[in-house]
Nanobody, 115 residues
Framework: QVQLVESGGGLIQAGGSLRLSCEAS????????MHWYRQAPGKQRELVATIARGGNTNYADSVKGRFTISRDIGKDTIYLRMTSLKPEDTGVYYC?????????WGQGTQVTVSS
């Protein structure tokens, strides 16, 4: 069973930076892609950033230029570097991995940005 474990969330003032980590229990090259999602209170979960197996990255318009997704294949870990944080970035951030027709999710890590 694949496990994804996020870490790095917390309370941060607007304008600050955080780095989230997601460690997989298996070789991340086995996934078609890995993603960061977030869910704000009362809102639907939204896709924030994607890194494909080949290394291509994509971002939601709301985070372009501020967030960077990256990976360390040797550590089976992906990261989300978040800068210039805004209160609207507040939410639970989830790591997800897609493998063929299966998807795996972490438990989420809370990010709270105060104004």
């Amino acid at each position: 069973q694949v496990q994804l474990v996020e870490s790095g969330g917390g309370l941060i003032q607007a304008g600050g930076s955080l780095r989230l980590s997601c460690e997989a229990s298996t070789n991340i090259f086995s996934f078609n892609g890995m993603h960061w999602y977030r869910q704000a209170p009362g809102k639907q979960r939204e896709l924030v950033a994607t890194i494909a197996r080949g290394g291509n990255t994509n971002y939601a318009d709301s985070v372009k230029g501020r967030f960077t997704i990256s990976r360390d294949i040797g550590k089976d870990t992906i990261y989300l570097r978040m800068t210039s944080l805004k209160p609207e970035d507040t939410g639970v951030y989830y790591c997800a991995a897609m493998q063929h027709t299966d998807s795996y999710w972490g438990q989420g890590t809370q990010v709270t940005v105060s104004s």
